[in-house]
């Protein structure tokens, strides 16, 4: 029974996107009632509601008390190009978007052989995490995790909670133009903390951007970085 209903509620939230992305129903229009979708794929109205709250936790639907459910107008989606060679920072200016960054943790690491070998750098070495809070427009959108040491950055352990840019701090060292020779993209669904953090529902995934930073002139590897991206709110650009 419960692989019935499920199948059930699939079929109706699919039919409900088909609707929405043919504009049979366009943004802001009513969708049918809860009973009219209940008649026309023979399903008890429970089973519809579930699928309808699918719809809303997704934020492709919304309800006003009393009249039913409506089809929300589509976000504005940010257009992200995905390369080590700018910061988000200056993607983000120049593309004209209001950004404002908090630093949200800085901490020194465990020794993890993994994290270790990304930067390239032995156990007796210290590796810091600089984790930042991403604000566009005054959203809280994406959340940048940078692995550093204190081979190249002496200092971080005393600079760490006042950097918002790693770039920026990397020029303050003489590293202008940077690259990178690492990149993997996965999904994941966030963690009660990144929910809070993001302010976003569990149902709506993360964009995991795993990656390197290295400077393009001596080729020194100067960060590892985990960036949590909000899927339903960039539009990523991998290629040039």
Not at 83 to 102: C, I, N, P, V, W
Not at 152 to 157: K, S, V
Request: charged residues 25%.
């Amino acid at each position: 029974m419960y692989c019935m209903k499920s199948n059930k509620e699939s079929l109706i939230i699919d039919e409900i996107n088909n609707m929405i992305v043919t504009k049979e129903v366009l943004p802001l229009d009513k969708l049918p009632s809860e009973n009219e979708l209940a008649e026309r794929f023979g399903v008890p109205r429970l089973t519809v509601r579930h699928a309808l709250n699918q719809l809303e936790v997704r934020g492709q639907i919304f309800a006003k008390k009393g009249k039913g459910r409506y089809v929300r107008e589509p976000a504005s989606l940010i257009h992200l190009h995905l390369t080590g060679e700018e910061s988000f920072s200056d993607k983000m200016h120049q593309a004209g978007y209001l950004l404002r960054t908090e630093n949200l943790i800085f901490q020194k690491m465990e020794y993890d052989k993994a994290l270790y070998q990304e930067l390239e750098i032995q156990k007796e070495n210290a590796c810091y995490e600089v984790a930042r809070v991403r604000y566009i427009d005054e959203q809280p959108l994406a959340i940048h995790r940078s692995y550093v040491s204190d081979v190249l950055f002496p200092f971080i352990e005393k600079d760490g909670p006042k950097i918002t840019s790693m770039f920026s701090y990397y020029r303050q060292f003489g590293y202008t133009h940077f690259t990178s020779n690492k990149s993997l993209l996965s999904i994941v669904y966030p963690t009660a903390a990144e929910q809070e953090l993001l302010n976003m529902p569990s149902m709506i995934p993360l964009i995991l951007l795993e990656s390197n930073t290295i400077d393009e002139q001596t080729g020194k590897l100067l960060e590892y970085t985990k960036i949590s991206y909000r899927s339903d709110k960039f539009k990523y650009k991998i290629s040039n």
